[in-house]
């Protein structure tokens, strides 16, 4: 027996707060800080899936795989419809160069246009740098405008081959203002959000009316579609007429609601907030223990690894300079904590 009388327990918690009276005068009457808080840390890579998991992953995946599947049979309904009841597809000024018309707006302008759309939702991709999903998503819209011109060039070399009017229909009023006003959004999304020159401030007005006038665009192009294919049938079908159900109209109006149905998955997709995107992807997020997450742009979170610092709130000198005194308060307080257990154990 050393002769030393023990110590007193500490409080549940180990409350270095609280006076102890050891035989030694080191430390007696003194008070201590308590342990740091324990610091859960959210890191990119294999764990960020787990700490950052989604809610509701299986209705998100069941609704995906619906989508994706409503959407290529939505395809696959136009080239049949063109090719079996409408004689097939070609470039000479004749219905069969018109029959390119439909099946790029299905290909390009609705099904490629809802991927691009619900691209940033995929959890799998979470991971991924925020430069790479915007590069992704500009990539995949611009196919589809693409896509979108070569339609009309066919539509309007097409009608001036048969010296029909151009631009007298409701369906190709909608159609030329939802294709101007995406090449609108392509070109103000390239130069606002891929490019790393436009202010964070002006990124932070403009997002919500990107998002908005996404999905509107998107909404327009579906009643493009929808009208188009009903003015397509009325001019189309004389004998048997297409208040007769003949088979083609059945089977285009089949194809109507698939394109339809396939709006509806990408619009409630892209509208639940609890499968958006989290913010920051690749961070640090220090988090004290019963606290409260103010976000990955606050002075607590740092960042790591290959960050989209243009989409940061880190880049300026007073976040740097809270961010460095939280990690040097972290420091002392490891500092504190160890002499406390080191006194604890009676070293």
């Not at 009276?21 to 990119?44: E, F, H, I, K, L």
């Not at 009316?209 to 188009?228: N, R």
Request: proline share 7%.
């Amino acid at each position: 027996m050393s002769g030393r009388p023990a110590r007193k327990p500490l409080l549940p918690g180990g409350d270095c707060f609280k006076k102890s009276t050891p035989a030694s005068g080191r430390g007696a009457g003194t008070q201590r800080p308590p342990p740091p808080p324990s610091v859960p840390v959210a890191c990119p890579g294999a764990e960020y899936g787990t700490l950052m998991a989604m809610d509701g992953y299986r209705g998100f995946l069941g609704l995906l795989v619906s989508a994706l599947l409503v959407g290529f049979l939505s395809v696959i309904f136009t080239l049949v419809w063109v090719l079996h009841y409408r004689e097939g597809l070609g470039w000479d000024g004749t219905a069969l160069e018109f029959n390119w018309h439909p099946v790029l707006v299905v290909t390009g302008f609705v099904f490629i246009q809802g991927i691009a759309i619900i691209v940033y939702r995929l959890p799998w991709t979470w991971k991924c740098s925020k430069f790479l999903m915007k590069s992704i998503h500009a990539g995949l819209n611009t196919v589809a405008a693409v896509l979108a011109i070569i339609s009309l060039v066919a539509v309007f070399d097409f009608h001036n081959a048969r010296n029909i009017p151009n631009m007298y229909s409701l369906h190709s009023w909608i159609g030329l203002i939802a294709v101007i006003l995406y090449m609108l959004q392509l070109l103000l999304g390239f130069f606002i959000f891929l490019l790393p020159w436009a202010p964070l401030s002006l990124r932070a007005l403009v997002m919500p009316i990107h998002v908005y006038s996404g999905l509107l665009i998107f909404g327009t192009v579906i009643a493009t579609a929808l009208t188009g294919v009903t003015e397509k049938l009325i001019f189309a079908l004389k004998d048997p007429a297409y208040h007769s159900f003949p088979p083609e109209g059945v089977f285009t109006n089949t194809l109507g609601l698939l394109i339809l149905l396939f709006g509806a998955l990408i619009f409630w997709i892209v509208t639940r907030p609890q499968w958006k995107r989290p913010n920051e992807p690749n961070s640090i997020l220090l988090q004290p223990k019963g606290g409260t997450t103010e976000g990955l742009e606050g002075s607590m979170a740092i960042n790591v690894g290959n960050v989209d610092k243009s989409d940061s709130e880190l880049n300026n000198e007073g976040s740097a300079r809270k961010r460095n005194f939280t990690l040097d308060e972290a420091g002392q307080r490891s500092t504190i904590a160890r002499d406390c257990k080191r006194d604890q154990s009676g070293d």
